[in-house]
Nanobody, 112 residues
């Protein structure tokens, strides 16, 4: 079956960086769009970034210029490089292959 496993979350100070990874199995990864969502406490899950099978990218305005989504099809893995993090980026981050496949989430906490 399809499995997505996120890693790379943690606690970081404001202004710091993290790189999230999403390892996919049970699917021909290179054929699919991959998305990163996040959900902060008390808020709805929101789409953060997307990368298509062809490499086209989308970012929500609040992360443009700070986050970079990428993929390595040979490794069946997607990434989210997050720079200049702020407390407002604190959330559980999920990778998704539209529409049905989700990872378990990884916590990102930005705090001094």
């Amino acid at each position: 079956q399809v499995q997505l496993v996120e890693s790379g979350g943690g606690l970081v100070q404001p202004g710091g960086s993290l790189r999230l990874s999403c390892a996919a199995s049970g699917i021909i990864f290179r054929f699919y769009t991959m998305r990163w969502y996040r959900q902060a406490p008390g808020k709805q899950r929101e789409l953060v970034a997307q990368i298509t099978s062809g490499g086209n990218t989308y970012y929500v305005d609040t992360v443009k210029g700070r986050f970079t989504i990428s993929r390595d099809n040979a490794k069946n893995t997607g990434y989210l490089q997050m720079n200049t993090l702020s407390p407002e980026d604190t959330a559980v981050y999920y990778c998704n292959i539209p529409t049905d496949f989700w990872g378990q989430g990884t916590q990102v906490t930005v705090s001094s």
